[in-house]
Nanobody, 122 residues
């Protein structure tokens, strides 16, 4: 499966963005999709994941309540809604896919999109 993330941009603190992850391939609905982010000089951070059917989601504790992950398999797309953005949310956001159904684990992702930059000004 090939993934392409988009929707990033420059937003003021407190604002919102909706990131998209568009996938190609007929087996998209078989994959767990996760979002990660990496800020300059920092380790890559696991943000959220959604099950193949969309019925189960997982969020890193610091993201709960502000970020929402969703998917539409008919559109081969996963979204990450970012609300109440803070300067520390500034990073490149990546989507990734894995066959494993362990949503809470950041490992096992075999396919990665190219990333989209989110910049939050304070």
């Amino acid at each position: 499966v090939q993934l392409q993330a988009s929707g990033g941009g420059l937003v003021q603190a407190g604002g919102s963005l909706r990131l998209s992850c568009a996938a190609s391939g007929r087996t998209f609905s078989s994959y767990t999709i996760g979002w990660f982010r990496q800020a300059p000089g920092k380790e890559r951070e696991f943000v959220a994941a959604i099950s193949w059917g969309g019925g189960t989601t997982y969020y890193t504790d610091s993201m709960k309540g502000r970020f929402t992950i969703s998917r539409d398999n008919a559109k081969n797309t996963v979204w990450l809604q970012l609300n109440s953005l803070k300067a520390e949310d500034t990073a490149v956001y990546y989507c990734a896919a894995k066959i494993s159904r362990q949503l809470g684990s950041p490992s096992g992702y075999d396919y990665w999109g190219q990333g989209t930059q989110v910049t939050v000004s304070s």
